[in-house]
């Protein structure tokens, strides 16, 4: 054990300070990276929950509102519209507005989880490459402000890519667990109008599973079902779930 201090402290001695703080950071990195991968492996790392891509939380259901053209009654869906095409973002969703009344969401940043950069597991992997690379680069006789831009592409790159891995990972976990056979007979609210028969589909907003979920559907009958109606799921097909207006 004497021996290795006494290599310890030579080769620590032979190092200049870019070195020694490199180091600092790779080395204690790179042994929590190991750490967390072994975690993950045995199941003892359990990370955040579960994303819901169907999150309606930052959507007010409540009172009446005007808002860039639409009209919105009580449960927070555009009502009745008297403009031409426009296109407008409510609430996080785009929508397309055309002169026949049809709202058309064009985009739900919801409807995938959300991409978490800056996590335990992030963090670490990008020290232990930023330190590793860094290293390398200095090494190889670059100038330090030259090998610690390198080191921080190279770093944050692998964060950005784990980030987008989790992401993944997260949305594989939900599609899994949600069973939309699980809406069977309940009733929910339109949110966008639904067209008649094999005309398209729109959106409903329905309880499955005790969480509240914003679904794609379609109407098995030969009429619109408007915005704010109440119906009941009737059929599930894959992810999308057939509703006829509840009497």
Request: aromatic content about 10%; overall charge negative; hydrophobic content about 45%.
């Amino acid at each position: 054990m004497g021996g290795f201090f006494n290599w310890f402290s030579t080769w620590w001695s032979g190092l200049d300070m870019i070195e020694q703080i490199l180091y600092c950071i790779a080395i204690p990195a790179t042994f929590f990276l190991l750490i967390e991968t072994v975690l993950m492996i045995i199941g003892g790392d359990h990370g955040d929950g579960g994303v819901n891509p169907s999150d309606t939380s930052g959507i007010d259901f409540d009172g009446d509102t005007d808002i860039g053209g639409f009209h919105f009654d009580g449960d927070g869906c555009p009502g009745d519209i008297h403009v031409g095409d426009i296109h407008t973002d409510v609430s996080g969703h785009d929508f397309d507005v055309h002169h026949d009344g049809d709202v058309h969401d064009v985009g739900a940043p919801t409807d995938m989880p959300t991409l978490k950069l800056f996590t335990v597991q992030g963090t670490v992997a990008f020290l232990t490459v930023f330190g590793w690379v860094a290293l390398i680069c200095y090494h190889n006789g670059l100038p330090v402000p030259v090998a610690l831009l390198i080191a921080f592409t190279a770093g944050f790159l692998v964060m950005y890519l784990m980030a987008k891995l989790f992401q993944s990972f997260k949305k594989l976990v939900e599609n899994g667990t949600l069973d939309y056979k699980n809406a069977l007979g309940a009733e929910g609210s339109v949110y966008i109008p639904i067209p008649p028969k094999s005309k398209g589909s729109g959106k409903v907003n329905i309880i499955i599973q005790g969480s509240l979920r914003e679904c794609e559907a379609v109407n098995d009958g030969s009429e619109m079902i408007p915005t704010g109606a109440v119906v009941r799921v009737i059929d599930v097909v894959g992810d999308t779930l057939v509703v006829e207006k509840s009497l």
